[in-house]
């Protein structure tokens, strides 16, 4: 069936170096597309976002990267700091845009 | 100060007593979604509202119901809870489906 996935469950990188998460999505017709932090204990919070009439937006720190033909998504993070340690999930707007569907997450570990 | 909160926090119940989490939220929002987050699963979206009076399914919408009489509450109802809905519940809420969403702190269920 259809998925939001991502290529790597964990993430780890020293602080100060750049982080790149990757997100693979299958449905062509999707057209706005969020990526969420979730620390521990505590509900996703929004970081970026990306229409689909768009390949590129930056935000502070932050950078995600939209390639249609291959339908993957990427987020990077510069400068790495160790608050950005968290869980990190793409998800995908569907159903003109009115339901979600969400990756599986990436867990990043940022070592001082 | 802007937020969506969830009542109750924790909850452990058991099979087949019915059961209401509640959601509010204070910004005005159109948009609510309830999500149940599952490990290796990620978050998946139970049902979501476009405005009062307008509700549709998610993803995963079996065993669950929804009511939105009030713009700024989006109640989920178990009517009879099973184990497998034992799981971690979010909240959400936006301007609408395009916006960003804010959620809540989540709500830790068990069905014994």
């Known amino acids: 069936g259809e998925s939001v996935g991502l290529h790597l469950p964990t993430l780890s990188v020293q602080e100060g170096d750049n982080s790149i998460i990757n997100c693979a999505y299958s449905?062509?017709?999707?057209?706005?597309f969020i990526w969420y932090k979730q620390e521990s204990g505590k509900g996703p919070q929004f970081i970026i976002d990306?229409?689909?009439?768009?390949d590129k937006r930056q935000g502070q720190r932050v950078t995600v990267l939209l390639n249609k033909t291959v339908k993957h998504l990427s987020l990077q993070i510069a400068a790495t700091q160790p608050g950005d340690s968290a869980v990190y999930f793409c998800?995908?707007?569907?159903?003109?845009?009115?339901?979600?569907?969400f990756g599986t997450g990436t867990s990043l570990t940022v070592i001082p | 100060e802007a937020q969506v909160t969830q009542n109750p926090r924790y909850l452990i119940t058991v099979t087949g007593k019915k059961l209401t989490v509640t959601c509010s939220q204070n910004?005005?929002?159109?948009?609510m979604s309830w999500y149940r987050q599952d490990p290796g699963l990620g978050l998946r979206q139970i049902y979501y509202?476009?405005?009062?009076?307008?509700?549709d399914k998610g993803d995963v919408p079996e065993g669950y119901k929804v009511s939105r009489k009030e713009k700024r509450n989006f109640p989920l109802i178990l009517e009879s809870p099973s184990p497998n809905q034992t799981s971690l519940y979010f909240c959400?809420?936006?301007?609408?489906?395009?916006?960003?969403?804010?959620f809540g702190p989540g709500t830790r269920l068990t069905v014994t």
């Open positions: 910004m005005n929002h159109e948009y």
């Open positions: 998800a995908e707007a569907r159903n003109t845009g009115n339901q979600f569907y």
């Open positions: 449905n062509s017709a999707s057209d706005y």
């Open positions: 509202s476009m405005n009062v009076e307008v509700t």
């Open positions: 990306i229409r689909s009439n768009m």
């Open positions: 959400a809420s936006s301007w609408s489906s395009e916006y960003e969403q804010y």
